[in-house]
């Protein structure tokens, strides 16, 4: 039996009734979906089976271990902290660091208190923190050093109070309190009494999309939760198709966190799934592959789930052959496709380690189509097929009517993993959601045997290391620099990083601007991935198609020839 007839078979048993997870329909906001019929009610139940983990680790950073009770223990601390600060049911606690595990403890604390936890992009810069600030409305941001940085000069105008980690408070400002004196303050070993239901609001992760600014996706518990297990049915499914039968006394399973926690992909397909999953979590702040080969043999980590980028560089290491890294077994890719040629290479590369492909989106907490086994091989251009019950996936026509097999069109996905909304942009919201269906912007086909590929993109949208960027955003910034008349953004492929960030520009008359200056003018308002790494700057205006568009298709044929 193939992986796609395997894993749905396993699925199916494992959530019809009497199953491990059974599912039926319930009508949720006006709209009939499968929901996991025994689920947790809200994240705050589900971070229970942390105590039932006990001892074993589960956040390793730096050579230094939490287990699953200790990080319960510190997040239910962190609660009650929050409540302290006047934070109360609703209220948006933001967190902007790098991978800590004082991130992990601050989301699970968030949520325990009733809290929005609105985790902001970490490589942002002070304009864009202060958007996502100002927007969410946040009550609370809990940040590192660096980012600290950042927010300080907004406390004039925001009412935040912020929690800082790893470096002392300023003692004459009453707004910005010390992580460990917080923590250091308080006794309590669960979480805050709050009735907390399934549709109350529960995170809100700002993605980019086509528009300058990015957008708020508001998840409530029950789409975060069944995202979470949606993806512990795959990783089961995935396990008995390999043959493997978890049994007492087998070593604990250990993903790489090497995806910012900050993405959909780092937070819920890995973080939150290992508190199910009872899976260690080995902490990276930065990509380094001797790093990351090195924690692979130390800690025997099993998973490695990162954008396309990091299993290639671990493929083309010179040096992989000095470390130990039979313990490996899957090699996923999120936040970009994998180039279809990585694919043969990657599973003839470690005896025991296999790669697998998803495809899904914030709006979606991740999930959407699955793939690996003798199907990725057979199909490694493909993303897949849905997560079915859960996930029901169609390609569509502009005029909404579902396409034939092998027909391009938009991806549409309906789930109750799904987001209720962007925050405070209903027209966003309704141009996106219909009937509970996202039109996710990206062009599909589905194949004779339901197998997902992506073909294109209607969002104008690069997505560089599994980052999106907006090319208006870095068009309207470029735009205002005094000597760019006109300007044009793109993204054209990259070995590497998926794609690369282009500039078309054209200039005043006399102009002196050369890339060196425009990056370093670019820099206090755009996040370095953001910064073209390609420009061209000419003397006259850009073409134009018939409707007095920029011609940016063209522009980009060009510049990829």
Known sequence: MGFFDHVGAVIAAATAPGGDLPVGRQTVGGVDYTVFAAAPP?????????????????????????????TYIAAARFAHGLGELGVKKGDR??????????????FIGALMAGAVATPLNSWWGTEEIAYSLKDSGAK????????????LPLLETLDLTVILCGAEAPANNSRVLNYEALMAARAETAPPAIAIAPEDDATLMYTSGSTGHPKGAVSTNRAVITGILGYALIGAA???????????????????????????????????VSIVAARKIVLMRKWDIDEAMRLIEKERIT?????????????????????DLSSLTDMGSGGAARPADHVEPLYNMLEAAQPLAGYGLTETNGIGTF???????????????????????????EDGTIV?????????????????????QPEATAQTFKDGWMYTGDVGILDEDGCLYIVDRLKDIIIRGGENIATLEVEATIA???????????????????????????????SKLDAQKLCADLAPHLAAYKIPTLMKFQSEALPRIASGKIAKKALREAMIA
Not at 42 to 51: A, N, Q, W, Y
Not at 304 to 322: C, E, K, Q, W, Y
Request: net charge neutral.
């Open 42 to 70: 809200s994240l705050r139940d589900m971070f229970g089976f942390m105590l039932q983990h006990g001892d074993l680790p589960f956040i390793v950073e730096n050579e230094t271990a939490l287990s699953f009770k200790e």
């Open 93 to 106: 606690v933001a967190i902007c660091m790098r991978n800590r595990s004082q991130w992990i403890i601050g």
């Open 140 to 151: 609370v941001v809990l940040a590192d050093q660096r980012r600290f940085a950042c927010i």
């Open 238 to 272: 995935l396990q008995s198709y390999r043959g493997l039968t978890p049994k007492e006394g087998d070593a604990q399973a250990a993903v790489l966190q090497t995806i910012p926690l900050f993405h959909v992909t780092g937070c819920v397909v890995i973080f939150l």
């Open 303 to 323: 998973g490695l789930t990162g954008v396309p980028t990091m299993t290639a560089d671990l493929m083309n290491a010179p040096n992989r052959d000095d470390y």
């Open 371 to 397: 793939i690996a086994g003798d199907d990725y091989r057979k199909r490694p251009s493909g993303i897949g097929r849905p997560v079915h019950p859960i996930v029901e996936l169609e390609i569509r026509a």
């Open 404 to 424: 034939p097999t092998g027909e391009r069109g938009e991806i549409c996905i309906k789930s109750a993993a799904n987001i209720r909304g962007y925050w405070n």
């Open 480 to 510: 205002a620099h005094p000597d760019v008349l006109e300007v044009a953004v793109f993204g054209i492929p990259h070995a590497r990083l998926g794609e690369e960030v282009v500039a078309i520009m054209y200039t005043r008359k006399n």
